[in-house]
């Protein structure tokens, strides 16, 4: 118990550092530009208090629950030596975590409004939410096929720059034909499919893998997942603003 | 409050479940084992549960209004001293100094804050045996989403394209990996992807959103977008840069060094 405090000691303080630049960042620009006191002064700190006990307990999960799980699934698949396993695996957890992201929630009712006032989809309740779902779906089924490829390519070898450039090459390709109000979306949709409980993840199931198979180098090799789970949203949601626009 | 702390703690147990349930699932009906550590790891998902609900509920209760605030508030037609219906064109871009500003700081500050990019930082610490420092590749990845931001916003107020500063991104990026040290490779791509999350991507949404609503000629709808992809980008391009100058800095030691010792073995010859 008193090692236990003594970490969620050192952890805390940890938290307290990370948290530092934007609070200064927030209170210098409230006193240089509105020059006016915060209100509330109160409820902020304990605000920030609640932040900084919430980070240090989610590091504490990460390195309890997090990692371990990733790489003791990665570790258990490759010791049943199935890749088809394996792939369903990368698969499902990609597909699932991305439908379950909130981020993305919103993110795609953003997108329907802006469908809706471009006239790409008749401006009523129900075509809107069946926009929504259709991109999230459209996300979710290209982060599941963005974490079969990559492991893969942890599988086989394959060269990461090569399939990440082959990536950019098909975002520009898709760019020139897409229509111009899915573009500033699709392009946002990348970044926010990876969230917090889903990166650490990932990450370790990328290294675990590398690190059980032989003649991969889990830093070379374990990495690189997160990459194809935001690069390829950005391809398939364009497509789908050209299959509904075109259709 | 209470009530409310209570129900973001909730929802953010809602968001993990499934992805637990599945995890668990798929344990137990095809790999057919005992998961191993099994109390520990219930006992680490509690923490992971309660650390992002109390995370999100202090984050909304301090950071986020204010954050909010402040990008609507310089983001203000009023404060901006521009008017809705004049062309963008007219301003100089020292009218949106203090924007732009706000968006570099916040950028870098909110980056350093992301719970995702501490985890893959951990990780890359521990897996490449401490060549990769912790702090460092933070900072690395801050810089980026800084620059980022504020180039984003720049992109916002002149109306330039967007996929025209995220292909001339491309460029870079693949330019910089013909030349980058290997062991960071993988790495840099993938610290696009982490650092656009539960901090970052609220607040430089609503920057976004407000520089949009607040400019002339814009829509906020489809002009507010592009931000997100902009932070995903530079941190790439920054952590390449980071380990190209420290492999640089590294050989030019390297080649003083040995440049020094042979010069003393010359010496040490001469004197027998």
């Avoid at chain 1, 509105?34 to 989610?58: C, D, E, K, N, Y």
Wanted: hydrophobic content about 55%.
């Amino acid at each position: 118990m008193g090692s236990f405090l003594s970490d969620f000691w050192k952890h805390a303080k940890g938290s307290v550092r990370d948290l530092t630049p934007i609070v200064l960042v927030i209170g210098i620009f409230q006193f240089l530009i509105f020059r006016q006191p915060v209100s509330g002064a109160v409820s902020l700190a304990i605000g920030a208090v609640i932040v900084v006990v919430g980070l240090t307990f989610f590091i504490y999960g990460l390195e309890l629950a997090l990692f371990p799980i990733g790489e003791t699934i990665a570790h258990a698949l490759a010791r049943k030596g199935s890749a088809a396993m394996v792939l369903t695996f990368a698969f499902l957890l990609g597909f699932g975590t991305t439908m379950a992201e909130p981020s993305l929630t919103a993110i795609a009712k953003e997108a329907s409004n802006v469908a809706a006032s471009a006239a790409a989809i008749p401006d009523t309740e129900e075509s809107r939410k069946n926009y929504a779902l259709g991109l999230r779906l459209t996300v979710a089924l290209s982060v599941g096929i963005a974490l079969v490829l990559g492991v893969l390519r942890i599988i086989f070898g394959w060269s990461l720059p090569v399939m990440i450039i082959t990536g950019y090459v098909l975002v520009i390709l898709v760019t020139a034909v897409a229509p111009d109000d899915i573009v500033g979306i699709a392009y946002d949709s990348g970044g926010v499919t990876t969230s917090t409980v889903t990166v650490p993840l990932v990450t370790a199931l990328g290294i675990g893998l590398a690190s059980s198979l032989r003649d991969r180098n889990p830093m070379t090799d374990g990495f690189g997942l997160i990459a194809f789970a935001s690069l390829t949203p950005m391809v398939f949601v364009m497509i789908y603003g050209g299959v509904i626009q075109w259709i | 409050m209470m009530l409310s702390a209570a129900r973001i703690v909730i929802a953010t147990a809602g968001d993990v479940l499934p992805i637990v349930l599945f995890i668990f699932g798929f344990y137990v009906l095809v790999i057919r084992e005992p998961l191993p550590h099994f109390g520990r790891i219930m006992t680490g998902l509690v923490f992971v549960v309660m650390g992002l609900g109390l995370f999100l509920v202090g984050l909304e209760q301090a950071l986020f209004p204010l954050g909010r605030l402040m990008a609507e508030q310089l983001t203000a037609p009023e404060f901006l001293g521009t008017n809705p219906v004049a062309d963008a064109a007219a301003y100089s871009w020292e009218a949106f100094i203090w924007v732009y500003m706000f968006a570099i700081a916040i950028g870098f500050s909110t980056t350093i804050a992301e719970p995702a990019l501490l985890a893959v930082a951990l990780k890359a610490n521990e897996v490449s045996g401490g060549a990769i420092s912790v702090w460092g590749l933070r900072v690395a990845v801050a810089i980026g989403a800084a620059v980022g931001v504020g180039l984003g916003c720049y992109r916002l107020v002149s109306g330039l394209p967007l996929h025209y500063f995220i292909m001339a991104g491309y460029v870079a990026v693949i330019i910089q990996t013909i030349w980058a040290p290997k062991l960071i490779i993988a790495l840099a791509y993938d610290s696009g992807g982490v650092t656009t999350s539960t901090v970052t991507v609220p607040l430089i949404t609503a920057l976004g959103l407000g520089l949009a609503e607040a400019l002339p000629g814009r829509n906020a709808l489809l002009d507010g977008f592009g931000l997100v992809a902009f932070t995903c980008l530079f941190p790439i391009i920054a952590v390449l840069g980071y380990a190209q100058l420290s492999a640089y800095t590294a050989s030019r030691a390297k080649k003083r060094k040995s440049a020094t010792a042979s010069s003393e073995e010359l010496r040490s010859v001469e004197e027998s």
